[in-house]
């Protein structure tokens, strides 16, 4: 299964941080509309799994998995199986709750982008900031 994991650019961007963890080869988009579409559109369409992660500041220990994007009163659905990366994220220890209510700004925009062109296979989860990243947790490319 080809995958790929993505993150946000920035020094200080807990999601570039763990994307580059996470993989060999880690994509980072643009923090800016215009410049995420042009990174996405820029990749190729053969990753059977996409993995966006976002930061969250309100987040503390855990991560959140979100099923949908929105945008103009519309609605796009993951096609990942969202309870089997639940499952593996709690047998690695990491706390994490499934959201029903799409985030909006710059990780919506990217998951919408995502979703459509690789046709629901991408999940966005989001991550603590760095400042409130559990130092506990460790992330292994097997549970995802």
Avoid at 29 to 53: E, H, M, Q
Wanted: hydrophobic share 40%.
């Amino acid at each position: 299964m080809k995958e790929l994991y993505i993150g946000f650019k920035g020094n200080n961007n807990s999601s570039s941080k763990l994307v580059k963890a996470l993989s060999q080869e880690p994509y980072l988009l643009t923090n800016s509309f215009a410049g995420l579409k042009r990174d996405i559109d820029a990749l190729p369409t053969d990753y059977d799994a996409v993995y966006l992660f976002g930061a969250d500041k309100n987040l503390t220990g855990s991560f959140r998995i979100e099923q949908f994007a929105a945008k103009e009163n519309a609605r796009l659905t993951t096609a990942l199986d969202l309870a089997d990366i639940l499952g593996r994220l709690s047998d690695a220890g990491i706390n994490s709750t499934i959201s029903k209510t799409p985030t909006h700004y710059l990780c919506n925009e990217a998951y919408w982008h995502l979703l459509e062109k690789y046709q629901g296979r991408a999940v966005l989860i989001h991550i603590p900031t760095i400042k409130n990243f559990d130092k506990n947790i460790k992330i292994s490319r097997n549970y995802l």
